[in-house]
């Protein structure tokens, strides 16, 4: 029997033409959206929201999906739900210091830096065409 890929959930906020995104150092620094693993009864939107509240302290709304991407981490393989979510009370704050230190508001071009560095996850740099479009 073929081992199912795990699935984990991460939202995007644009804004003035610049994504949102954390520096999750866990397993060394990697550049990725806010998200994780679905908890037991959760939607994929309810963990979307989740997951913002508790890494960057804001309350999000989901606004669609954008698609499923593959990554592959320091846990394994995953396959991420991706959603286009907008921050609808708070500003972004670190939360949880010993995991994601940092975030930023980053340009596409920035973003195109961090995938040459390799800084960027898997589900991010497959993702990138989809989002391009929503940051022009």
């Given at each position: 029997?073929?081992?199912?890929?795990?699935e984990?959930?991460?939202?995007?906020?644009?804004?003035g033409?610049?994504?949102?995104?954390?520096?999750?150092?866990?397993h060394?620094?990697?550049?990725?959206?806010?998200?994780?693993?679905?908890e037991?009864?959760?939607t994929?939107?309810?963990s979307?929201?989740?997951?913002?509240?508790?890494?960057?302290?804001?309350?999000?709304?989901?606004?669609?999906?954008?698609?499923?991407?593959?990554?592959?981490?320091?846990?394994?393989?995953?396959?991420?739900?991706?959603?286009?979510?907008?921050?609808?009370?708070?500003?972004?704050?670190?939360?949880?210091?010993?995991?994601?230190?940092?975030?930023?508001?980053?340009?596409?071009?920035?973003?195109?830096?961090?995938?040459?560095?390799?800084?960027?996850?898997?589900?991010?740099?497959?993702?990138?065409?989809?989002i391009?479009?929503l940051?022009?």
């Amino acid at each position: 029997m073929a081992l199912m890929k795990r699935e984990m959930s991460a939202g995007i906020v644009i804004r003035g033409g610049r994504l949102l995104l954390v520096h999750n150092s866990k397993h060394g620094l990697r550049i990725e959206p806010p998200g994780g693993k679905k908890e037991p009864g959760e939607t994929w939107e309810r963990s979307v929201e989740r997951e913002f509240e508790e890494e960057l302290g804001v309350k999000v709304r989901v606004v669609r999906p954008l698609g499923v991407y593959d990554t592959h981490s320091p846990e394994g393989e995953f396959a991420v739900h991706l959603y286009i979510s907008e921050i609808i009370e708070g500003e972004p704050k670190v939360m949880e210091p010993e995991k994601i230190p940092g975030f930023g508001w980053y340009s596409i071009e920035e973003i195109e830096a961090m995938k040459a560095r390799g800084d960027l996850v898997p589900n991010m740099v497959e993702a990138l065409e989809d989002i391009r479009p929503l940051m022009e």
